[in-house]
């Protein structure tokens, strides 16, 4: 008996807990299920507090700025605003803000310097970057990369349109050769007209050559420095004329004359003949088969 009452304590013991698990689970689920909802109870407030009042204003007086302190520790502006502004108009409320603190920095700057402590930065001050070097490098490369990138894209921009203005300039300029043609075509067709309608006669037939000043085509009798008479290059060529350009040649002939020779048969030079064979001057008896061919 002793035994299985234990045994039933111990299983109610186990079920006890589980219960208790449960309850606490469905708690939590409702509790997370509300704040997801959106209704989120707040806790009230302890009816056991205790708002002491005195000592919240010994620690306001031990925390807060000495009476005799110096304006410079504090650095306070006062702005009274001259006339209340409507905190729902946006641009009203940030003209005020803007007004309050260009106000209060004037008061600042003019107590300082009635002070004479200095405040601005000193022109030979240098504050340490919050950037390094090496990043400021990076920087300034890819600015420079960027720049350069703009410039020849303003280069290659301004060749396109260089290009394209001078294909309409000599598109331009092919479309007056052509109307220049035509003309000079009409007119010639013109002039064969006249002729025949007067039979080829040959008076007053001439063909007007008229250029653009008016005057017909006139030889100039200006003689250039350095060119002959005779020479129609206009001083192109070197001795100028049809003689020039001979003695040219003829110079040429003789040159080569005198170091390949004047043609004629070249072969059979070291051919013996009579005279050479019979010709023994050159020949000494001593030498002959007194030297033994050397292997």
Same mark, same amino acid.
């Given at each position: $008996?002793g035994?299985a /009452?234990?045994e039933?304590?111990l299983?109610?013991?186990?079920? +006890?807990?589980?219960? &208790?698990?449960? #309850? ?6 409702e509790?997370?299920?509300d704040?997801?909802d959106?209704?989120v ?9 205790v ?14 700025w000495?009476?005799?302190l110096a ?8 702005f ?16 005020a803000?803007y ?10 700057f ?6 004479g ?9 240098y504050?340490e $970057?919050?950037k390094s /070097? ?9 600015l +420079?990369?960027?720049? &350069?990138?703009? #410039?020849?894209?303003?280069?290659r921009?301004k060749?396109?349109?260089a290009?394209?203005?001078a ?15 035509k ?11 006249q002729r025949?309608?007067s ?5 007053g ?5 008229d ?11 200006k ?20 003689k020039?350009m ?5 110079k ?9 020779g004047s043609g004629?048969k070249?072969g059979?030079?070291?051919q013996?003949?009579?005279a ?9 008896k001593?030498?002959?088969g007194?030297k033994?061919?050397?292997?």
């Amino acid at each position: $008996m002793g035994v299985a /009452d234990r045994e039933v304590d111990l299983s109610d013991e186990d079920e +006890l807990p589980r219960g &208790k698990m449960n #309850e606490d689970y469905g708690s939590e689920s409702e509790s997370e299920s509300d704040q997801e909802d959106g209704d989120v109870k707040l806790l009230e407030p302890s009816k056991n507090s205790v708002y002491n009042t005195d000592g919240l204003l010994d620690k306001l007086a031990d925390i807060s700025w000495p009476q005799n302190l110096a304006w410079t520790d504090k650095l306070s502006v006062v702005f009274e605003q001259a006339q209340e502004v409507d905190v729902n108009d946006d641009l009203a409320r940030e003209l005020a803000f803007y007004t309050q603190a260009l106000e209060g920095t004037r008061q600042a700057f003019e107590e300082l310097q009635k002070m004479g402590v200095p405040f601005l930065r000193p022109s030979n001050y240098y504050a340490e $970057m919050v950037k390094s /070097d090496s990043h400021m490098e990076k920087v300034k490369g890819r600015l +420079l990369a960027e720049k &350069k990138n703009i #410039e020849e894209a303003e280069e290659r921009k301004k060749a396109r349109d260089a290009k394209k203005l001078a294909k309409e300039v000599q598109a331009q300029k092919q479309k007056e050769r052509a109307k220049q043609k035509k003309e000079d075509i009409e007119s010639v067709k013109k002039w064969r007209k006249q002729r025949q309608k007067s039979g080829f006669s040959g008076k007053g037939d001439d063909f007007p050559l008229d250029f653009e000043d008016g005057k017909a085509f006139e030889r100039s009798s200006k003689k250039r420095p350095g060119v002959s008479p005779g020479d129609r290059s206009g001083g192109k060529s070197r001795f100028g004329g049809k003689k020039g350009m001979e003695n040219r040649m003829k110079k040429k002939r003789e040159f080569r004359d005198s170091k390949f020779g004047s043609g004629g048969k070249k072969g059979m030079k070291k051919q013996n003949t009579a005279a050479t064979t019979n010709d023994i001057r050159d020949f000494n008896k001593s030498d002959s088969g007194t030297k033994k061919r050397k292997r």
